[in-house]
Nanobody, 122 residues
Framework: VQLQASGGGLVQTGGSLRLSCAAS?????MGWFRQAPGKEREFVAV????????KYADSVRGRFTISRDNAKNTVYLQMNNLYPEDTAVYYC???????????????????RGQGTQVTVSS
């Protein structure tokens, strides 16, 4: 599965951005992760392709929404009410395994897209 992420940019605190990740196939789960300077990559959100169930990191729950478009094999991350601490490089990942939904660890996703920079100014 090849992944193509897009949609990053610069936004002010409280603003919104939508990230997209187009997949060449339809894996079991797709997720978003992020890595801020000097920090480890962390889980943001994940969606199970069949059924559309979702999970979120506590830090983004209620502000971010992950969704999918079956026809386009694309997953989105709608990010609202952004804070400066959301600044990071955001990556999408895909996995064929159910554990990647139950325990969404970045390194366990066998397919990864290139990152897209999100910068939130204060």
């Amino acid at each position: 599965v090849q992944l193509q992420a897009s949609g990053g940019g610069l936004v002010q605190t409280g603003g919104s951005l939508r990230l997209s990740c187009a997949a060449s196939g339809r894996p079991y789960v797709m997720g978003w992760f992020r890595q801020a300077p000097g920090k480890e990559r962390e889980f943001v959100a994940v969606i199970r392709w069949s059924g559309g169930s979702t999970k979120y990191a506590d830090s983004v729950r209620g502000r971010f929404t992950i969704s999918r478009d079956n026809a386009k094999n694309t997953v989105y991350l709608q990010m609202n009410n952004l804070y400066p601490e959301d600044t990071a490089v955001y990556y999408c990942g895909a996995s064929r395994y159910s554990d990647s939904y139950a325990y969404p660890r970045p390194d366990d996703y066998e397919f990864r897209g290139q990152g897209t920079q999100v910068t939130v100014s204060s």
